[in-house]
Nanobody, 127 residues
Framework: QVQLVESGGGLVQAGDSLRLSCAAS????????VGWFRQAPGKEREFVGS????????SYAAAVKGRFTASRDNAKNTAYLQMNSLKPEDTAAYYC????????????????????WGKGTLVTVSS
C-alpha cells in the first residue's frame, strides 16, 4: 500500500521558515517526480513546486519562486519543501504528490495525472 505522509507544518510568523517533509512508503521514490501543492481555505488547490525523478530538475509557481526550494533524499525515500520568508498568503494545507517518470514542469499542469497524494499538513503564517 502506497502512503505519502507530510509533516513539518505549523504556526509561524511572517518572515519565518519551515521545512516540510514527505515520507513515502510502498513505492521507490527515485522513479517518481514529487510535486507540492497547497489549498487555502475557500480556494482551489494550486501547484507550488516540484522536483523531478531524473537529475532533480525543479519547477515553481511564480508566487513562491525564490522563497521555496524542493529537494529529495532518495536513500530516505523522502522529499522536502524548504519554505523561507513565509507570508500570510502562504497559509494553506500543503500536500505532496508523486507521478511516475513525470517532468517537473508537467507536475504543474492541470492534466498532470497524479499517481498518489498525501493527506496534507497545515501551514499557518501570522502577520
Amino acid at each position: 500500500q502506497v502512503q505519502l505522509v507530510e509533516s513539518g507544518g505549523g504556526l509561524v510568523q511572517a518572515g519565518d521558515s519551515l521545512r516540510l517533509s514527505c515520507a513515502a512508503s510502498g513505492l521507490t521514490l527515485d522513479r517518481y517526480t514529487v510535486g507540492w501543492f497547497r489549498q487555502a481555505p475557500g480556494k482551489e488547490r494550486e501547484f507550488v513546486g516540484s522536483i523531478s525523478w531524473e537529475r532533480g530538475a525543479q519547477s515553481y509557481a511564480a508566487a513562491v519562486k525564490g522563497r521555496f526550494t524542493a529537494s529529495r533524499d532518495n536513500a530516505k525515500n523522502t522529499a522536502y519543501l524548504q519554505m523561507n520568508s513565509l507570508k500570510p498568503e502562504d497559509t494553506a494545507a500543503y500536500y505532496c504528490a508523486v507521478k511516475l517518470f513525470a517532468t517537473a514542469v508537467g507536475m504543474g499542469r492541470p492534466d498532470a495525472g497524479i499517481d498518489y497524494w498525501g493527506k496534507g499538513t497545515l501551514v499557518t503564517v501570522s502577520s
